[in-house]
């Protein structure tokens, strides 16, 4: 199971982004279903048993892409969508990684994953790493990302930690001031757990610092 900072942060948020996500318009959500079929988690339950999922190779059912919330309103793409993809290494200890999908305009769209570091010694890419995608879930399933998009590298270093990794790519959606900042309080607000947030505000000045 995910560590419990991390999955109350991620329920929460996706709860927002579910809220979301029911706004759209029916226009825009056909054009999301077009780039990622039944990919995308339509409430909160479908939500929360994707952030509980351990992935085997043959239950990417029950892994949707969770809407992200709409927030600020302009941010140069019209959605976004995150699914964490937990897996077990051979030695029993949890794999933690996240898919990232954009839908930019019309039917055109990015995708990336987050990734913790391949083994040592057997790949280049044996270190937390963030790059791009065309397949998504473990590059498993098609999806309307472009061919010539490079898949491979760069792969930009990011922090191996699960929470921090979240984190970053959030606010790279957001932003930070008036951003993720504002997101964080107002989530946690409507949860009544505003003692919590502080954690999560520490977290981002780490990364940024």
């Known amino acids: 199971m995910l560590p419990e900072v991390?999955?109350?942060?991620?329920?929460?948020?996706?709860?927002?982004?579910?809220?979301?996500w029911a706004k759209a318009r029916d226009e825009e959500r056909r054009r999301a279903t077009d780039c990622l079929g039944t990919k995308i988690a339509e409430n909160e339950t479908e939500a929360n048993?994707?952030?509980?999922?351990?992935?085997?190779?043959?239950?990417e059912n029950r892994l949707r892409f969770i809407p992200m919330p709409k927030y600020p309103g302009s941010q140069g793409f019209e959605r976004s969508f995150f699914v964490p993809v937990c897996t077990t290494k051979p030695d029993g200890t949890l794999r933690i990684g996240l898919e990232l999908?954009?839908?930019?305009?019309?039917?055109?769209?990015l995708a990336f994953r987050f990734e913790q570091a391949h083994e040592r010694g057997k790949s280049t890419h044996d270190?937390?790493?963030?790059?791009m995608s065309r397949k998504l879930l473990g590059e498993r399933i098609e999806s309307k990302v472009q061919a010539w998009i490079p898949n491979r590298y760069p792969a930009f270093p990011i922090s191996p930690d699960p929470l921090r990794m979240f984190l970053s790519m959030a606010t790279s959606i957001h932003g930070h001031t008036g951003g993720m900042l504002t997101i964080l309080q107002e989530?946690?607000?409507s949860a009544g757990k505003t003692a919590h947030v502080g954690k999560y505000f520490a977290e981002i000045r780490s990364i940024l610092n």
Not at 49 to 59: F, H, K, L, P, R
Not at 101 to 109: A, P
Not at 127 to 131: E, I
């Open 49 to 59: 048993v994707a952030i509980s999922t351990i992935y085997n190779g043959n239950n």
């Open 6 to 20: 991390l999955a109350e942060l991620l329920r929460l948020y996706a709860r927002r982004g579910i809220a979301d």
């Open 127 to 131: 270190f937390a790493h963030v790059q």
């Open 187 to 189: 989530i946690f607000q």
């Open 101 to 109: 999908f954009l839908l930019v305009t019309g039917k055109n769209c």
